[in-house]
């Protein structure tokens, strides 16, 4: 069992709140468009691995598999709760993905054990020294020629999304997403080519999607 850190913060923001994650986030964050996209940019093939880093209640990998049925999926997270909620929804619709409880900065994988390391909505979650070891652990896991994707807040693109982010997301652990610094954390974690493949509005702020390889 993991053992989480005092000021680990769950899938939900907090425990109680854990009935309305599913909910909230398919109207809010327009999750199913974000969430296509995303799975568009990332283009996975069929037969590869493909680690979903903090996967919440595995929407993400359950879509995923619908697209690639051949796809070897896990979905990795620290919060035990959200977690029996993944692997509930996967029995249900009969997915074979595979959970493990582990925290983004300690990954319980062998080097080179992905061809895909997805991280959607999760890293804005961390301070900074713990986004990098999370990509640092991140592309530790990928094989050769191996990509990394990543959905998360990114620096508002029209005033409604600056008024959100003035209102609702003026902590610590959001600077450098808010501040566009990304795509810096992920070249200081070891990757090459950083790409961007646009943003994305929603009521709750501007999402960034960013790619890169392992070399």
């Given at each position: 069992?993991?053992?989480r ?10 425990d ?15 999750e199913r ?16 691995r493909?680690?979903?880093?903090g ?10 598999k ?35 409880e582990?925290?983004a ?16 909505a ?20 990928l ?26 997301h003026?902590?610590k ?13 992920m070249?200081?974690?070891g ?7 646009g ?17």
């Amino acid at each position: 069992m993991t053992h989480r850190h005092a000021d680990y913060i769950p899938a939900a923001g907090h425990d109680f709140l854990l009935p309305l994650y599913d909910p909230v986030l398919r109207v809010l964050f327009r999750e199913r468009t974000l969430r296509t996209r995303f799975l568009d940019l990332a283009a996975i093939e069929a037969g590869q691995r493909v680690l979903d880093l903090g996967c919440g209640t595995a929407t993400l990998l359950l879509m995923l598999k619908q697209r690639c049925p051949s796809a070897d999926l896990v979905g990795v997270d620290g919060d035990a709760k959200v977690l029996a909620i993944a692997r509930a929804k996967a029995k249900k619709q009969s997915a074979a993905i595979h959970f493990d409880e582990a925290l983004a900065t300690q990954l319980p994988y062998a080097d080179a054990s992905f061809d895909r390391v997805l991280c959607s909505a999760m890293l804005h979650h961390l301070t900074r020294d713990e986004k990098v070891q999370a990509l640092r652990e991140s592309r530790r896991v990928l094989a050769r020629g191996g990509s990394f994707h990543l959905v998360d807040f990114g620096p508002p693109q029209n005033a409604f999304a600056l008024r959100v982010v003035r209102t609702l997301h003026r902590g610590k652990r959001m600077a450098d997403n808010l501040d566009g610094r990304l795509p810096e954390l992920m070249r200081e974690a070891g990757f090459a080519r950083v790409e961007h493949g646009g943003p994305l509005n929603t009521v709750l702020g501007t999402f960034i999607y960013l790619s890169a390889r392992t070399a």
